[in-house]
């Protein structure tokens, strides 16, 4: 079983920042991609933004310049640092990991979501 802890969120003004933590434990061979997705109040999930393991990262077009994704594999952890953060970018953010679990395939993971509110 892989678990995967989230925290960092929290209560931001507009043009404030916040950094989210995401850290995996349990059995598993190894992590592929690891991301940050976001569900706003009746909107579907959205890609934040992503990072192979190999440091090759990807972003959402409404955060781009303003975000930032990084990791460190020898902690099986993955970061977002949010900047400029904007009332729109208010959502529940879930970490997401796709795990190498056997030697015959991956699994995709998702945290169990953390709340970012931005204030106008």
């Known amino acids: 079983q892989v678990q995967l802890v989230e925290s960092g969120g929290g209560l931001v003004q507009a043009g404030g920042s916040l950094r989210l933590s995401c850290a995996a434990s349990?059995?598993?061979?190894?992590?592929?991609?690891m991301g940050w997705y976001r569900q706003a109040l009746g909107k579907q999930r959205e890609l934040v933004a992503s990072?192979?393991?190999?440091?090759?990262?990807n972003y959402a077009d409404s955060v781009k310049g303003r975000c930032a994704i990084s990791r460190d594999n020898a902690k099986n952890t993955v970061y977002l640092q949010m900047n400029s953060l904007k009332p729109e970018d208010t959502a529940v953010y879930y970490c997401?990991?796709?795990?190498?679990?056997?030697?015959?395939?991956?699994?995709?993971?998702y945290g169990q979501g953390t709340q970012v509110t931005v204030s106008s």
């Open positions: 349990g059995n598993f061979i190894s992590i592929n991609d």
């Open positions: 990072i192979s393991s190999g440091g090759s990262t």
């Open positions: 997401n990991a796709v795990v190498k679990v056997t030697v015959w395939g991956s699994r995709n993971y």
